[in-house]
């Protein structure tokens, strides 16, 4: 799927515009007013999802990379635009495999509540990484998502890391699987946050949803 020029530069310009950090909430009680459209990020723990975060914004730190995937551990929302057009937000990254069973289950019980309560939420980005496709572990947020109704679109990242036939296979394998899911968008994004390919795509993308 392609995007108008237009579309493009319009999403580059609101990107370009202020984007702050509003909050980080552990439990939903300490979710912010659901004011604005929200479009939700997330991906397994070492996916890239703050490298892209931060690519997507064109800021270097907005989202905190660390060295041990899994950190996030909290969902951690983004003022986009001033005045205040919608928030992205931030979710924890899924399938640790050190992480200690009653993390997991706090983590399943947090995502699912949100994804099922959460009107203002347009949107999920489901972050998948371009060496190995879809995963039993990214079955189970594309399942959780179905069941709470919630519209999403799975994203490819690292682009830049497979060869151009690889990632050919890769984004028609992840298409034909996601084009039977209910609440799947058919389109695939493969993007690299290093090299900035699909990145104003998927600026685009966004802005699509919450409009």
Request: aromatic share 6%; net charge positive; no cysteine.
């Amino acid at each position: 799927m392609s995007f108008e020029p237009e579309a493009i530069e319009a999403a580059r310009k609101l990107f370009a515009g202020p984007v702050d950090f509003l909050k980080s909430a552990p439990e939903l009680r300490f979710l912010p007013d659901p004011v604005v459209p929200e479009v939700a990020f997330a991906g397994r723990s070492n996916v890239g999802k703050s490298t892209l975060l931060n690519a997507l914004t064109g800021r270097n730190s907005l989202a905190r990379t660390s060295n041990t995937p899994g950190r996030t551990q909290e969902l951690n929302f983004f003022d986009v635009g001033r005045p205040l057009a919608f928030r992205l937000v931030d979710m924890p990254g899924y399938g640790f495999a050190k992480a200690p069973k009653d993390m997991v289950r706090q983590w399943r019980y947090l995502v699912n509540d949100f994804l099922r309560g959460r009107q203002a939420l347009k949107r999920a980005l489901v972050l998948i990484d371009s060496r190995h496709g879809i995963k039993d572990v990214d079955r189970e947020i594309l399942e959780m998502l179905d069941k709470a109704a919630v519209s999403y679109r799975v994203v490819l990242t690292k682009a830049d890391k497979v060869k151009a036939t690889e990632l050919a296979e890769v984004t028609e394998r992840t298409a034909t699987e996601v084009r039977k899911r209910p609440a799947a968008h058919p389109d695939i994004l493969a993007t690299s946050s290093e090299g900035g390919m699909g990145i104003p795509e998927l600026r685009a993308a966004v802005v699509e949803a919450i409009s």
